[in-house]
């Protein structure tokens, strides 16, 4: 495994260029590659490093490279986004971009199965069932190098993100996107989030440990870190490995940088919160990530408020069938949930995942279908009251919302929306 990092200061563009080269310097005759790259929803510094990649490649006899789009659930993206995430502006018949479509069977293989025993120990029992791995096709062509790359915050669903994650969930099915989110709302937002080991990536471990099976070549991943100041990213670090155990080693070190970059410990509870959101969020399935990332424990006051303020949001997710199914469970708490799933088996867990990770910590009454929560959470955003109040979700007009009424004692506006984890001081992880 390479490392190279500088978290008080800034990577420079030679730097990465050296380290690209380094990591590269073992593969002498590279002619097909598949790039798997993260998508929209990422803010990383992909588009520097991407070209000093393709440029050491082309020295190496690269004829053909697939750009594979990890965009799990998320919407597609077109040619000139892609161009512009990865920094290539260029037309060739070499270069193919290519977008996940998790939905499509026909662009899917089965890689395995991870067994139900294996997921009823991580979910404490919670959950008996096997998950069919099953991932793009892609991964089993002729290709003389599989490259991954990818960022690391802290993550909801996998303590931080980055690393293996690119495969499993990144570029797999239906089933395992839906089933693993759901084992780690099984497990929980505060047993996950900030932990660099945990259950939830044993099970990204084991279900990638079925995809590198079918992968025929080397694999290199390379995992940057980095921090974002006044709409610019400034790398941090950059790490790689090579096969499944390298990942996984350049996961835990670039974790721990991630650690010490964007966890922040507060004094006290906060009795109320504004993520404002960046427009690389567009729908409330990716900016629901400014209440998750409020959730570690006793960070909100009992009855304390986060406030999602995105003006430039009106939808709770771009796929029609997907914002209907949001709109007709509603944001509730985890034992709803799983009530609502009992008279609804077939309903999808990716989106009772979701509902459960935004609306946060509460006790539901099954008697009189009464629910209680630990905080509130309300949109300020192009979403109306009355769609609001019908999903459970407070409602803000975002005219009224302006920086200086969040100032001051028990209170927080946080600019780079949903992209720090906070946590109390008493409560750090380690």
Known sequence: MLLIENLSGELTDKQLNESVRISLKDYKFVKKILFIHPDYTRTDFSHRLVPLIFRELKRKGMEKIDFLNAGGTHRLMNETELQKKLG???????????????????????????SAPFIEKATQGELSQSIPVVVNKLIADDYDLVIT???????????????????????????????LHWTAVLIGIPGIIGAINNPARDVINKGTSYIFNKIKCPTLSLIMVFKEKEHRVIPKGLYFGEGMNGCIEAYKKAAHASSQLHVIYIDEPLNLAVQVIDKNYDEIWTAGKGSYKLQGPGVMAEGGEIIIYAPHIDCFHSDKKMDLDIKKIGYHCKDYVKNYLTSNPGFSRNIASHVINVRGEGKFNQRNGEEKFAFKVTLASGISKEICKSVGLGYRNPKTICQKDFMGKNKLWIQNGGKYFYQLKQTEKF
């Open 88 to 114: 290539l502006h260029i037309q060739d018949d070499y270069i193919h971009f290519y977008n996940h479509e998790f939905k499509n069977p026909l662009q899917l293989i089965k890689a395995g199965e991870i």
């Open 149 to 179: 790359l990818s960022g690391t915050v802290p993550h909801e669903a996998a303590g931080y993100a980055g690393g293996l994650k690119i495969f499993f969930p990144g570029i797999s099915g239906p089933e395992v996107i839906d089933l």
